[in-house]
T-cell receptor, first 112, second 114 residues
Framework: GESVGLHLPTLSVQEGDNSIINCAYS??????FIWYKQESGKGPQFIID?????DKRQGQRVTVLLNKTVKHLSLQIAATQPGDSAVYFC???????????FGTGTRLKVLA | SAVISQKPSRDICQRGTSLTIQCQVD?????MFWYRQQPGQSLTLIAT?????????ESGFVIDKFPISRPNLTFSTLTVSNMSPEDSSIYLC???????????FGDGTRLSIL
């Protein structure tokens, strides 16, 4: 289930299940979006990106969905593994600008 | 993607002192950035490090407190000046080839001020 922790919302999933992490972005002019994974003691690691001319993009075990109407982004992880345990951040950007706005993050816990 | 190295990876400092964090990218990049991340929280942009000119600071961050250098297209430094316990945080460097392109991050510098 999903719960709000001290700082980060946490999503707990059973190993092997699919995970869906959601993000509401703030700027309707944003047209480029990235999902990052941050493991403990590490910097954010690029997972997948999507531009606003697409609704869906797939990678290896991951899919990003973009709903521009409601300014919503989601990251789906198939067959979640213990190594997927991390904090996940979405980031939005407007083409031609350098600034990225990061979401608040979601902690994913994979239960054995 | 660019590989970004930061050093030191962590440090414990006395209040009132200053620390310079180095960021090295393994290829030339157009843009380099410095972020701060409090434990359990998201990333806050401090400034954009501009090659050959003064850094561009975000609201709430000033050059006197966080002087930044960018002498070339692969290297930048961030100095945290006159440190206080409130400066205890993770400082992250990132780089991108341009707007609308992925930013890639170093592993950060974990700074504690006593």
């Amino acid at each position: 289930g999903e719960s709000v922790g001290l700082h980060l919302p946490t999503l707990s999933v059973q190993e092997g299940d699919n995970s869906i992490i959601n993000c509401a972005y703030s700027n309707s002019a944003s047209d480029y979006f990235i999902w990052y994974k941050q493991e403990s003691g590490k910097g954010p690691q690029f997972i997948i990106d999507i531009r606003s001319n697409m609704d869906k993009r797939q990678g290896q075990r991951v899919t990003v969905l973009l709903n521009k109407t409601v300014k919503h982004l989601s990251l789906q992880i198939a067959a979640t593994q213990p190594g997927d345990s991390a904090v996940y951040f979405c980031a939005e950007n407007t083409s031609g600008t350098y600034k990225y706005i990061f979401g608040t993050g979601t902690r994913l816990k994979v239960l054995a | 993607s660019a590989v970004i190295s930061q050093k030191p990876s962590r440090d414990i400092c006395q209040r009132g002192t200053s620390l310079t964090i180095q960021c090295q990218v393994d290829s030339q990049v157009t843009m380099m950035f410095w972020y701060r991340q409090q434990p359990g929280q998201s990333l806050t942009l401090i400034a954009t490090a501009n090659q050959g000119s003064e850094a561009t600071y975000e609201s709430g961050f000033v050059i006197d407190k966080f002087p930044i250098s960018r002498p070339n297209l692969t290297f930048s430094t961030l100095t945290v000046s006159n440190m206080s316990p409130e400066d205890s945080s993770i400082y992250l460097c990132s780089a991108a080839t341009g707007g609308g392109q992925p930013q890639h991050f170093g592993d950060g510098t974990r700074l504690s001020i006593l």
